[in-house]
């Protein structure tokens, strides 16, 4: 069975712990990112299930079998790598078919993996060009025709698609996802690009300073962040995160001190295990309700800075004691710089957080 886990596995060079403690488990035919900012121990994780880097404590288990102490090679990994080196005097049908050179087949069983391939990642027609006749975006897919070629216990990608440019980074997305998805195989993706793990992921696992801060569904990760770090990183423009005085709560709702005046949230009740402090709350900038003059409770802003996004528009603005808020709004409502607003937070979308970062749950 094609699985991969990791248990406990840290990496220290030297006195530096680049990996501490990361649990995961990935089950056959799950795609998981590794998601995090430069330097988070993103490209460490992945080594140490490759066996390109050893693990300095903990345990790498591959298909069941715990593989610390094997060479990448009895591993049984493909991998590709954001710089995926094609041999240029080789066609595209003999990189292909590389893998496959070491397995003794028949030369009509190789032709016949390489086609199957080639038609998953419509290569058909350039089989027979040189890597330097072909594109970019194709030179990725020989690289994952390559890969997938064999029958290896699981794949592993490193920012496969960084060197793509956006527009194809896009189409490519959904195709590596598409052939994945087909495969039944456990894989792991390293990437810095959130849209790129939203898309392509089943579970992102969320990487900060060498530890895993959260690992859920695209959707749990962007609409319940464990805490202030995750729900800061994922989700474009970035959600909103006030810090306020918590003073009580009361059947649904908080009364919090934001702009020296008290206003009334509603909130999820395990907010009323709260003690009064220093909290933050977190609004996505599209989860504000711009709402009439002397509406109760609303946040008052004066818009400062307007960037229209297409079909909706980003106003960033600031509250009457200096604090910057961002809300979306859509693209027929025409803010202008030095307008009012009046902003209500959607319940079910604010997000309170500990004086340590950490999300309030029900
Ligand atoms: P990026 O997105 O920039 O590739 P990453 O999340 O993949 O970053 P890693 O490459 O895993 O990060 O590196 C994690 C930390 O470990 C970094 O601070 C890096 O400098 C450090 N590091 C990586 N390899 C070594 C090494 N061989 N010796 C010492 N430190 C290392």
Do not use: W
């Amino acid at each position: 069975m094609s699985t991969i886990e990791i248990r406990k596995v840290t990496k220290a060079f030297g006195e530096f712990i680049a990996v501490r403690d990361a649990d995961l488990s990935v089950a056959a035919g799950e795609v998981v990112c590794l998601l995090g900012p430069s330097g988070c121990g993103k490209t460490t994780t992945l080594r140490m299930i490759a066996g390109l880097e050893r693990a300095t404590s903990g345990d790498v288990v591959i298909a069941g079998q715990r593989m610390n102490d094997l060479s990448p090679q009895k591993r049984d990994i493909a991998m590709v790598f954001q710089f995926y080196a094609l041999y240029p005097a080789l066609t595209v049908r003999e990189n292909i078919a590389m893998p496959l050179y070491h397995e003794k087949l028949s030369s009509s069983e190789m032709a016949s993996r390489v086609s199957r391939v080639a038609e998953i990642l419509h290569l058909r027609e350039i089989l027979e060009r040189l890597p330097g006749q072909v594109s970019e975006g194709e030179k990725q897919r020989i690289a994952v025709a390559r890969a997938i070629i064999r029958d290896p216990n699981c794949f592993l990608f490193d920012e496969p698609l960084s060197r793509l440019d956006v527009e194809l980074r896009h189409s490519m997305r959904g195709q590596i996802k598409a052939v994945l998805s087909n495969l039944s195989k456990a894989t792991v993706i390293v990437t810095h690009d959130q849209l790129e793990a939203l898309t392509m992921a089943d579970r992102i696992a969320i990487m900060r300073d060498g530890l895993i801060e959260q690992v859920g569904s695209p959707h749990e990760v962007f609409a319940k962040p464990d805490n202030v770090f995750v729900a800061s990183f994922i989700g474009t423009p970035q959600m909103n995160l006030i810090e306020v005085q918590f003073k009580d709560y009361s059947s649904g709702k908080a009364t919090v001190t934001f702009d020296q005046q008290d206003v009334v949230i509603s909130v999820n009740p395990g907010v009323a295990r709260l003690r009064p402090g220093k909290v933050t709350v977190g609004v996505r900038p599209r989860a504000f309700s711009v709402v009439p003059n002397g509406t109760v409770d609303a946040i008052g802003a004066m818009a400062e800075l307007i960037e229209p996004m297409g079909a909706e528009t980003l106003v960033h603005a600031r509250t009457v004691t200096g604090s910057d808020i961002r809300v979306v709004v859509p693209r027929e409502m025409k803010v202008k710089p030095g307008e009012a607003l009046h902003l209500v937070p959607d319940p079910a979308q604010t997000h309170i957080f500990t004086d340590d970062g950490r999300a309030v749950r029900a």
